[in-house]
């Protein structure tokens, strides 16, 4: 069964047949895994064309960590880490190229230097995020955050989390549509790692194929965050390689359509086994 075609400017993202990777490229100095490996601009474009000769389908240039307790980046700084990066990665790579930011005149100084996607943390709390993305036909990820990353691991509380996040994303859809968004141009994330504990996250991936109810692609991020660590006793987010494959095969058989990660090599490995089980017939 076929799933939805994910429109993000010129590229379409076909969805159902495969596991998509979304591969992380942060040009931070403080992201929670990685911080100050790929600040050199030079560093960055490598890194980025390493993980599409790799098999990453798209990659995802971040100026601006989103990590708990995180603060929050002057807008120049995170415009000057992101735009030099993106304007080189359009032309090394055939690869739709997406911007994780949640400020749309970020979005728009990516968007027009080539960047395909907005993928929005706080799935367009600024006002102009979705007049943007309609008026240039960048895709956007909707994620569900609670609060801000400064404060959103602070004892975070849910009556029912499934239903709670899911809903949230239902109105972020609603109010993107309403906007004149097409839905062909719209996927969620139910963030992972953003205002959950261990049991909220856990109780999410379980539930993750009812987010496919929603009728869009949905895109999980769990490569090496804190709920992997706490499950293995790995405090080193980058040696949660084993952890993070373990989610990675959890979500590919689940038909999650995009897989957010580090490790692209190594998680292209997992999924297409995965894939090859659990998606007869569409390799």
Same mark, same amino acid.
């Given at each position: 069964?076929? !799933?939805?075609?994910?429109? +993000?400017? /010129?590229?379409?993202?076909? +969805?159902? !047949?495969?596991?998509?990777?979304?591969?992380?490229?942060?040009?931070?100095?403080?992201?929670?895994?990685?911080?100050?490996?790929?600040?050199?601009?030079?560093?960055?474009?490598?890194?980025?064309? =390493?993980?599409?000769?790799?098999?990453?389908?798209?990659?995802?240039?971040?100026?601006?960590?989103?990590?708990?307790?995180?603060?929050?980046?002057?807008?120049?700084?995170?415009?000057? =880490?992101?735009?030099?990066?993106?304007?080189?990665?359009?032309?090394?790579?055939?690869?739709?190229?997406?911007?994780?930011?949640?400020?749309?005149?970020?979005?728009?100084?990516?968007?027009?230097?080539?960047?395909?996607?907005?993928?929005?943390?706080? /799935?367009? =709390?600024?006002?102009?995020? @979705?007049?943007?993305?309609?008026?240039?036909?960048?895709?956007?990820? $909707?994620?569900?955050? @609670?609060?801000?990353?400064?404060?959103?691991?602070?004892?975070?509380?849910?009556?029912?989390?499934? !239903?709670?996040?899911?809903?949230? $994303? &239902?109105?972020?859809?609603?109010? &993107?549509?309403? /906007?004149?968004?097409?839905?062909?141009?719209? +996927?969620?994330?139910?963030?992972?790692? *953003?205002?959950?504990?261990?049991?909220?996250?856990?109780? $999410?991936? %379980?539930?993750?194929?009812? *987010?496919?109810?929603?009728?869009?692609?949905?895109?999980?991020?769990?490569?090496?965050? %804190?709920?992997?660590?706490? @499950?293995?006793?790995?405090?080193?987010?980058?040696?949660?390689?084993?952890?993070?494959?373990?989610?990675?095969?959890? +979500?590919?058989?689940?038909?999650?359509?995009?897989?957010?990660?580090?490790?692209?090599?190594?998680?292209?490995?997992?999924?297409?086994?995965?894939?090859?089980? &659990?998606?007869? !017939?569409?390799?």
């Amino acid at each position: 069964m076929e !799933g939805p075609v994910w429109r +993000c400017r /010129a590229h379409e993202l076909r +969805c159902g !047949g495969r596991t998509l990777l979304m591969g992380v490229l942060n040009v931070t100095p403080d992201s929670f895994s990685d911080g100050g490996a790929f600040l050199d601009p030079e560093a960055a474009v490598a890194q980025g064309v =390493r993980m599409a000769e790799e098999g990453a389908d798209v990659l995802d240039v971040g100026g601006e960590s989103t990590r708990p307790g995180a603060d929050e980046v002057p807008v120049d700084v995170e415009l000057d =880490r992101v735009v030099p990066v993106i304007e080189r990665l359009v032309k090394e790579i055939d690869r739709p190229i997406s911007v994780d930011t949640r400020r749309a005149i970020v979005a728009r100084a990516a968007i027009e230097v080539g960047a395909s996607i907005v993928n929005d943390v706080t /799935a367009a =709390r600024d006002p102009e995020m @979705l007049t943007l993305v309609r008026d240039t036909g960048a895709g956007l990820v $909707l994620m569900h955050m @609670l609060g801000e990353p400064k404060t959103m691991q602070v004892d975070p509380r849910y009556d029912d989390v499934v !239903g709670e996040v899911r809903s949230f $994303l &239902a109105d972020r859809i609603g109010a &993107a549509v309403a /906007a004149g968004v097409p839905r062909s141009s719209l +996927c969620v994330d139910p963030g992972i790692g *953003f205002g959950k504990t261990l049991e909220h996250n856990l109780l $999410l991936l %379980r539930a993750i194929g009812t *987010f496919r109810e929603l009728r869009v692609p949905v895109l999980v991020g769990p490569s090496r965050k %804190r709920f992997i660590g706490e @499950l293995t006793g790995v405090e080193n987010p980058a040696e949660r390689l084993e952890g993070t494959a373990g989610a990675v095969a959890w +979500c590919a058989a689940q038909g999650v359509d995009v897989v957010r990660v580090h490790d692209v090599g190594a998680m292209r490995r997992v999924v297409d086994v995965v894939d090859a089980i &659990a998606r007869k !017939g569409r390799r």
